[in-house]
C-alpha cells in the first residue's frame, strides 16, 4: 500500500506569504503527527491529531502557525506571515492509532525556504 | 519533559565491520518507549528498532541490537555486518506511554558513513 505523501516536496516563498503544506497519510491510520526539522537537528514536535482534532498543539511555535484535519485523513499545516526562521523541513507521520509503541511512518517531508 | 542526547555527530565504519551508536535520554516517567529511526539521504525516515523500558531483554532486529541499560538512562544501537546501505542519518527518539500527545522527541543525530 502507499505510505505517507507530502506535497509539495519543495516550497519557496517570500517572507510575509502565506503557506499549506499538505499531508496524505497512510489509510485507516487515526493517529497524524507533525514535526519540524532544521538543518543538522532531529525532528521537534509540532502539533498532534488523533482522527479530526488536534489532541497535542504545544509543539506549535507561535499563532501563526496552524493544522486542521477536518475529515480524519488529510492534514493542512497553514502558516501564515511566513519569516526566514520557518525555513526547515517540515515532516509529516502518521501511526494505526495513539499507542506509544507504535511505529509512526513518516512522509518525506516538505522543505520550506522563506526568501 | 523528555531529553534525548546523541553526543556522536558524525561516525565512520568499514564494510562488513561493527559499530555502536550512543544514546541517552531523561525522563521522570516509568512507562516510555525508545526507539533508533534511520534517516537516509533524501528519503524518508524509517523505523529501525524499538525497546519498551519495561522489558529487560535488549531488542534485536537481525544486524540491528541495542544496549538498553535503564538505571543508566542508556540506550545504544549495535549494526553488525555495516553494509554500504546502512550510510544515513540516525536518530534515537522516546515517546511516553502515558495519557495524552505520543510525539516523539528526537536527538540531534548521528551521521554514519559506511566506507567500502
Known amino acids: 500500500g502507499a505510505g505517507v505523501s507530502q506535497t509539495p516536496s519543495n516550497k519557496v516563498t517570500e517572507k510575509g506569504k502565506y503557506v499549506e503544506l499538505r499531508c496524505d497519510p497512510i489509510?485507516?491510520?487515526?493517529?497524524l503527527y507533525w514535526y519540524r526539522q532544521s538543518l543538522g537537528q532531529g525532528p521537534e514536535f509540532l502539533i498532534y491529531f488523533q482522527g479530526t482534532g488536534a489532541a497535542d498543539d504545544s509543539g506549535l511555535p507561535n499563532d501563526r502557525f496552524f493544522a486542521v484535519r477536518p475529515e480524519g485523513s488529510v492534514s493542512t499545516l497553514k502558516i501564515q506571515r511566513t519569516e526566514r526562521g520557518d525555513s526547515a523541513m517540515y515532516l509529516c507521520a502518521s501511526s494505526k492509532d495513539q499507542k506509544g509503541y507504535n511505529e509512526q511512518f513518516f512522509g518525506p517531508g516538505t522543505r520550506l525556504t522563506v526568501l | 519533559a523528555q531529553t534525548v542526547t546523541q553526543s556522536q555527530p558524525e561516525m565512520s565504519v568499514q564494510e562488513a565491520e561493527t559499530v555502536t551508536l550512543s544514546c541517552t535520554y531523561d525522563t521522570s516517567e516509568n512507562n516510555y518507549y525508545l526507539f533508533w529511526y534511520k534517516q537516509p539521504p533524501s528519503r524518508q525516515m524509517i523505523l529501525v528498532i524499538r525497546?519498551?523500558?519495561?522489558?529487560?531483554q535488549n531488542a534485536t532486529e537481525n544486524r540491528f541490537s541495542v544496549n538498553f541499560q535503564k538505571a543508566a538512562k542508556s540506550f545504544s544501537l549495535k549494526i553488525s555486518d555495516s553494509q554500504l546501505g546502512d550510510t544515513a542519518m540516525y536518530f534515537c527518539a522516546s515517546v511516553y506511554s502515558g495519557a495524552g500527545s505520543y510525539q516523539l522527541t528526537f536527538g540531534k543525530g548521528t551521521k554514519l558513513s559506511v566506507i567500502p
Open positions: 489509510s485507516g491510520h487515526t493517529a
Open positions: 525497546q519498551e523500558a519495561y522489558k529487560q
